[in-house]
């Protein structure tokens, strides 16, 4: 098995696996001998393996055409595109919780045609994330700086803690609001614990005791086509 491993100013050993094939990385603080940072994948091989398998079997979308029939999906339902080709400004419509308009000029190409209906799943985000951050926010009681949103290869959120930023991902759109949710509270929980240790886990449990489903939910969806590159 190869690791990519990672040499950084940090104190702790960070363990992490990736997709689409199950990429294993450690990011090592640079106290640690090589010697270390073998034991500890050693130690954790059978977790590795299992994250490795479930990325194997998590379907995946083909690359997107963006053409009238092709499958999207938004907070968790399957709709079908319908291109309509019209002058005038670009727009994206939801009709009968079946189908996403994508209205476009004539001359606009797949390319353009992702772009627009990629501003518009991170509009719907924008209106969706406040009313999510001032409930956990109040709930935690903790306050952030910024939440923003970005196309993220390799995680659902980030939470920089001393700035008290956190990062949703853009793909959040497409999932059900109850996994954008528990991305919300995972990310502001990491303002009262930094790490993923057992008081990590008793936050979570105790402020959203379902969380492990909405993981499992959100980890299990489909996976969008994309350039996967390291």
């Given at each position: 098995m190869?690791?990519?491993?990672?040499r950084k100013d940090i104190k702790n050993l960070h363990l992490g696996v990736y997709p689409p094939s199950g990429r294993a990385r450690v990011a090592a603080p640079l106290r640690i001998s090589d010697a270390?940072?073998?034991?500890?994948?050693?130690?954790?091989?059978?977790w590795i393996k299992r994250h490795q398998r479930r990325f194997a079997a998590q379907p995946r979308q083909s690359e997107r055409e963006m053409v009238s029939g092709e499958s999207h999906y938004?907070?968790?339902?399957?709709?079908?595109?319908?291109?309509i080709s019209q002058d005038g400004a670009a727009k994206v419509l939801v009709r009968n919780k079946a189908t996403i308009e994508l209205h476009v000029r004539p001359e606009t190409n797949a390319e353009e045609r992702d772009r627009v209906l990629q501003r518009w799943y991170r509009q719907q985000l924008k209106e969706l994330v406040p009313p999510l951050l001032e409930k956990w926010q109040k709930a935690f009681g903790v306050q952030v700086s910024a939440c923003r949103i970005k196309r993220m290869k390799t995680k659902w959120g980030t939470c920089t803690v001393d700035a008290r930023r956190i990062w949703v991902n853009l793909e959040l759109a497409k999932k059900p609001v109850r996994c954008l949710e528990y991305i919300v509270v995972h990310e502001?929980?990491?303002?009262?614990?930094?790490?993923h240790n057992d008081r990590f886990i008793s936050i979570m449990d105790k402020h959203l005791p379902q969380w492990r489903l909405h993981r499992d939910e959100l980890n299990s969806a489909p996976l969008a086509h994309e350039t996967w590159s390291y």
């Open positions: 190869q690791v990519h491993i990672v270390a940072v073998r034991r500890a994948v050693i130690g954790k091989l059978g938004f907070l968790g339902q399957r709709y079908r595109l319908r291109v502001l929980a990491h303002l009262i614990e930094r790490h």
